[in-house]
T-cell receptor, first 113, second 113 residues
């Protein structure tokens, strides 16, 4: 089955700086890669996703890049704000697995004002 | 537009007991997936229901079972509870047309003592 690894496990940045979270996946057949933000006491919130036929996708301050050859994808947050502080999860899914998501271990992002 | 709702919010059970958790999907969604999230870890896929049938199952024992009703709501049942079943149980819904995009509820925190 699929295996997803996520780094770093914790990330502390100053408000206004950029943050980058990286994930690698094991199965080259994976074709969908979402990112979720989970705040304390809440369920994961889908913030951006990318499919395997696209190399990059951007939504305001958030962007995701995908390198299929290296089997890794990254989340980029620019101009970080204190409200960006949360745990971020990457995930991947295989085309023959319905929409079963395999998650990474999570990154705790702390944005210091 | 109501998002995914889950009940109850918190639950405390004793080892060996049985528990039922409930989920109502986002309006317009017909597919429900259940995930288990242990403290400090990413969610792990339990199973998925579509058209009232279990379509996909993760690596969980038969003590975990589910059901989907004609109105697309779903239940997760866990029998013979173990201490290790203590976790946040998340329900995610999606629609047939955009089945990759999964939206999570706030979860049910289960504590087994």
């Amino acid at each position: 089955g699929e295996n997803v690894e996520q780094h770093p496990s914790t990330l502390s940045v100053q408000e206004g700086d950029s943050a980058v979270i990286k994930c690698t996946y094991s199965d080259s057949a994976s074709n969908y890669f979402p990112w979720y933000k989970q705040e304390l006491g809440k369920g994961p919130q889908l913030i951006i996703d990318i499919r395997s036929n696209v190399g990059e996708k951007k939504d305001q301050r958030i962007a995701v890049t995908l390198n299929k050859t290296a089997k890794h994808f990254s989340l980029h947050i620019t101009e970080t704000q204190p409200e960006d502080s949360a745990v971020y999860f990457c995930a991947a899914t295989l085309p023959n697995a319905g929409n079963m998501l395999t998650f990474g271990g999570g990154t705790r992002l702390m944005v210091k004002p | 537009d109501a998002g995914v709702t889950q009940s109850p919010t918190h639950l405390i059970k004793t080892r060996g007991q049985q528990v039922t958790l409930r989920c109502s999907p986002k309006s317009g969604h017909d597919t429900v997936s259940w995930y288990q999230q242990a403290l400090g870890q990413g969610p792990q896929f339990i199973f998925q229901y579509y058209e009232e049938e279990e379509r996909q199952r993760g690596n969980f024992p038969d003590r975990f079972s589910g059901h989907q009703f004609p109105n697309y709501s779903s239940e997760l049942n866990v029998n013979a509870l173990l201490l290790g079943d203590s976790a946040l149980y998340l329900c995610a819904s999606s629609s047939g047309q955009r089945h990759y995009e999964q939206y999570f509820g706030p979860g049910t925190r289960l504590t087994v003592t």
